[in-house]
């Protein structure tokens, strides 16, 4: 009998009525492809949870908790601007303690070859021919494509500075959205940009350096990686715009 | 909600349910520091709409509705101030202890951001926050078949991206 991945999808999803579930299972005796498409269903479905669950463990912040208690001073004003709160949280993690060089190396070892050995491929990084990571996906299009003063909210992957290193690649710093914000370094190579330096991000410090911040903040693992590649001085607009137009070859050396 | 007592006990309801509130918010929003500003915003919504919350229905899906509603405004708001923020990050240290884990969920966040919304927000109230079809259809305002097939094609979207093994799992 013919069922559609439709209804397969909503027994693995626990929606059926007890006539059509047992029609279901009855498929699924009889048939392996059939059972080996829910099995695909519910393997969906314990990875997205297993993946996400994590979110759940972590503390909630007390504004939210007082808020739920309806202990807000005044909702209205709240409802008004969000940049107020986000001026707040910028000025909190200005106060972040920096982060050991130390362990942002053992961490980029860690995700990267976790990373390889956890499926061989992911959504924004790639193994690349040359033995390391090399972006991908978005955070491919968002180093090719975007100019550092290109800011916009709920992009997945922000390019931010540009330079270019001692062999006269071109560099770019990357950071990376979501509840995993990580933030990097990568330089053209080829086709390819090639990963650098990768660290979970630990929340932005001051940057008192010449350097603008890529997107939002760098670590200073990355501001190191960044100072240690970095021959003469970033690129303005014009110099990224007239980069991009080259397709980031490499320029030779001066 | 007539006594005080039916209203501390909502309240400590939205409390518990807090950190599923930011995990959806996140998937709806992808920034973090907008994301929990959105649970703000409608958890003081909530209270102040408590009667408008039948007893009957489930307490995160009533949630949750406010809580995408509180977006659409603001985006709508925000197309009006024409105002781009910044992008930021909530990023906290971990431990390499957690590194295998953090990767795996890095990789299903990421490629959950790249569904299209329709498809991410079906797949995030479904899949991971376990509403029924009934209730997420209810939260996002369409009809169930319209819900099916946005989940549907998000979940083939993610079975490509993942390249989870085929069959093989339990």
């Known amino acids: 009998m013919t069922i559609s991945d439709e ?79 986000r001026e707040a949280a910028a000025r909190r993690k200005n106060l972040a303690a920096p982060w050991p060089v130390a362990m942002a190396a053992s961490l980029l070892l860690g995700l990267g070859l976790g990373f390889l050995a956890w499926h061989g491929s992911g959504a924004l990084l790639r193994p690349g021919s040359g033995g390391g990571l090399v972006a991908d996906a978005a955070l491919a299009e968002a180093l090719s494509g975007q100019l550092s003063d ?12 540009s330079f270019r290193n001692k062999s006269g690649d071109y560099c770019r710093t990357f950071s990376l959205t979501g509840t995993n914000a990580s933030s990097g370094l990568a330089c053209r190579e080829g086709k390819d940009w090639s990963i650098k330096a990768l660290a979970q991000a ?51 050396k001066r | 909600m007539s006594t005080n007592d039916s209203v501390q006990n909502i309240q400590e309801q939205i409390v518990a349910l807090l950190p599923r509130l930011r995990r959806f918010a996140r998937n709806l929003v ?35 509705k406010i809580l995408r509603n509180a977006w659409i405004d603001e985006v709508r708001a925000r197309a009006r101030r024409a105002k781009i923020l910044m992008p930021e ?74 390249r989870l093994p085929e069959g093989d799992a339990s």
């Open chain 2, 30 to 64: 992808r920034n973090p520091h907008d994301a929990d500003d959105v649970v703000q915003i409608a958890v003081e919504r909530a209270l102040l709409r408590l009667d408008q919350w039948r007893s009957d229905a489930r307490l995160d899906s009533w949630l949750f």
């Open chain 1, 202 to 252: 630990p929340g932005a410090e001051k940057n008192p350096g010449n350097f603008r911040t890529a997107g939002s903040e760098e670590s200073p693992a990355i501001r190191a990686a960044v100072e240690g590649a970095i021959d003469g001085e970033p690129l303005n607009h014009a110099g990224e715009i007239a980069a991009r137009q080259a397709g980031w070859a490499a320029a030779p």
């Open chain 1, 150 to 161: 290109d800011r916009s909210p709920a992009r997945v992957a922000v390019a931010g500075l």
């Open chain 1, 7 to 85: 209804t397969l999808m909503a027994y693995a999803d626990g929606e059926l009525d007890a006539a059509t579930r047992a029609s279901v299972e009855a498929a699924m005796q009889g048939d392996a492809e059939i059972a080996r498409r829910v099995a695909r269903h519910r393997a969906l479905r314990a990875t997205m949870q297993k993946a996400f669950d994590a979110a759940l463990e972590e503390p909630v912040p007390d504004r939210l908790i007082a808020a739920a208690r309806g202990q807000t001073a005044a909702p209205k004003s709240a409802v008004a601007d969000l940049s107020l709160a």
């Open chain 2, 89 to 162: 990050e909530a990023g906290e240290q971990i431990g390499e202890a957690s590194m295998e884990r953090e990767i795996e969920r890095w990789s299903a966040e990421a490629a959950l951001t790249r569904l299209p919304e329709d498809q991410r927000l079906a797949v995030s109230l479904v899949l991971i926050e376990g509403l029924s079809y009934k209730d997420a259809a209810e939260v996002l305002d369409v009809p169930l078949g319209t819900l099916t097939s946005r989940l549907a094609r998000g979940r083939e979207a993610l079975q490509a991206m993942l």
